[in-house]
């Protein structure tokens, strides 16, 4: 079968990333996670001290940085590595979410990070979830997917995984990070938050992960 490019963008914490796991696996295509890379990017800065409102200083910093997805087969995932070291768990802390749509707003940073993902794409048969990727890196992707779900269920969802990691978190700390990062994705200058034209819209809200592989799997 002739592959495609599948795009699934929507708010945070949606389950693209679940869907597009499920995906991937099914249809043995590549699963990337662009949102990894503007984590990553942002956890650099956060190390190196990286003033992100000058623009000599992003540009030298996206310089010294090397994004890369490593195939873990324990976990059967590619999980991200910034310069050769594995910053899969880091970048999910809140440190990095409460930054992340600030830096994922500056323009030279979403250059760095589009064209790598464009790269990504050129042999298809690859499943890309993010913000902009059936309107801005993939616009002629043959089958692209627009996720949303009910706030209350969105928080639930990123509470019970990150409490799994972090006793400490709370629900409203989640909830008011989720919706900054919305407001933010929605509404900066360049490449906002927007569902594609020829974009499938897909409300998981009642949906289980199953159901919702199904359903897809027919648009597939
Ligand atoms: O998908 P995830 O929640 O990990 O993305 C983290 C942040 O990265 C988003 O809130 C958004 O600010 C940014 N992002 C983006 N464009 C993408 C993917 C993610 O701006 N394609």
């Not at 079968?1 to 590549?30: F, H, N, P, R």
């Not at 009910?150 to 799994?164: Q, S």
Request: aromatic share 8%; proline share 1%.
């Amino acid at each position: 079968m002739k592959k495609v490019i599948i795009t699934i963008d929507g708010y945070s914490s949606c389950g693209k990333s679940t869907l597009a796991k499920q995906l991937a696996a099914e249809l043995d295509y590549v699963y990337i996670d662009s949102g990894a890379m503007y984590r990553a990017i942002t956890l650099y800065f956060i190390q190196n001290r990286v003033d992100w409102n000058d623009t000599d200083e992003v540009n030298e910093a996206l310089g010294n940085i090397s994004l890369e997805f490593v195939y873990n087969p324990i976990t059967n995932v590619s999980e991200m590595t910034l310069n050769g070291e594995n910053v899969e768990h880091m970048i999910r802390e809140m440190l990095v979410a409460e930054k992340v749509s600030e830096v994922a707003a500056i323009k030279e940073v979403r250059e760095f990070a589009v064209a790598q993902q464009q790269q990504m794409g050129k042999q298809r048969g690859i499943v890309m979830d993010g913000r902009d990727i059936g309107t801005t890196v993939f616009p002629h992707a043959e089958l692209k997917i627009f996720m949303t779900a009910d706030t209350a269920i969105r928080v639930e969802r990123r509470y019970k995984e990150l409490y799994a990691k972090n006793k400490n978190i709370t629900l409203h700390e989640i909830k008011e990070n989720l919706e900054l990062r919305d407001y933010i994705d929605t509404n900066r200058e360049i490449s906002p938050l927007r569902k594609a034209e020829d974009a499938i819209i897909l409300d998981n809200s009642q949906l289980s992960t199953d159901e919702q592989l199904k359903l897809v799997m027919q648009w597939v």
